[in-house]
């Protein structure tokens, strides 16, 4: 099974804390999950959780950036 990609900036990304980033950035990659748990050295019952809270700071992450296409056309 894998887990369905999140396509953010590269940047919001790469702001995010370094665990959750590589979890982003695998998942984004279209890692399978258990190669995912090898790569972060964690058990799959812990995948699901660190990927939840990686989502929930990198929107945190995001909403906090300036929107740089306002007043643009």
């Known amino acids: 099974m894998t887990t369905p990609p999140l396509h953010p900036p590269r940047a919001s990304v790469a702001a995010a804390p370094q ?3 590589l979890a982003l950035r ?3 990659a279209g890692v ?3 190669q ?3 790569y972060l050295d964690i058990e799959a019952e812990a ?3 660190i990927l939840e ?3 929930a700071k990198l929107a945190s992450i995001t909403d ?3 929107n740089t296409s ?3 056309s």
């Open 53 to 55: 809270l990686a989502g």
């Open 26 to 28: 695998l998942r984004n």
């Open 70 to 72: 306002e007043g643009q």
């Open 36 to 38: 995912m748990c090898n």
């Open 64 to 66: 906090s950036e300036p």
């Open 32 to 34: 399978p999950d258990d």
């Open 19 to 21: 665990p959750y980033s």
């Open 47 to 49: 995948l699901a959780p």
